[in-house]
């Protein structure tokens, strides 16, 4: 089954300084990769996905990568702000019925 | 409003007393899931279910139970609750994973100490 490894577990960055978080994956079946973000003490919410098709998408200060040959796919956080200090979870999926794989979470903290 | 709802919230509870948390959503959703977070261990599936009578273990399923007779709900069943499974435990849906939309839903989690 698929495997999500995810790096570093901890981030902390100056504020106005870019983040980036990395994951691989194990399956190259898998072509769903979407990044949650969980404030403290709140549920995990969806900030930007991609699929394999493509190879980067943005959405203001965030942005995703995907390289399918390196199975790596990775989150950059531009001009980082006290409110983006959260855990963030990248993870992977086939199409059809298997469910998403989470990596097991990067803590970034922004310091102002 | 479209959300995922979970209940008990917050629940203290004895080794070996069985318990249920529910689960219900109100978007139509075929798939449903449970995870638990631990620290360091991120979020770890329990089960999900893609439709009504359809469950399926995850990576974690050891003592614990589901069913989903109705879409809505989906409820987490704890037999015999052990101190191992003091946790946080999320719900979550989305519509047919094989639509390739994918978004998953959570709810607010539920926190769960075994004593």
Known sequence: ?112 | EAQVTQNPRYLITVTGKKLTVTCSQNMNHEYMSWYRQDPGLGLRQIYYSMNVEVTDKGDVPEGYKVSRKEKRNFPLILESPSPNQTSLYFCASSVRLARNTGELFFGEGSRLTVL
């Open chain 1, 1 to 112: 089954g698929e495997n999500v490894e995810q790096h570093p577990s901890t981030l902390s960055v100056q504020e106005g300084d870019s983040a980036v978080i990395k994951c691989t994956y194990s399956d190259s079946a898998s072509n769903y990769f979407p990044w949650y973000k969980q404030e403290l003490g709140k549920r995990p919410q969806l900030i930007i996905d991609i699929r394999s098709n493509v190879g980067e998408k943005k959405d203001q200060r965030i942005a995703v990568t995907l390289n399918k040959t390196a199975k790596h796919f990775s989150l950059h956080i531009t001009e980082t702000q006290p409110e983006d200090s959260a855990v963030y979870f990248c993870a992977a999926s086939r199409s059809g019925n298997t469910p998403l794989v989470f990596g097991k979470g990067t803590r970034l903290s922004v310091i102002a």
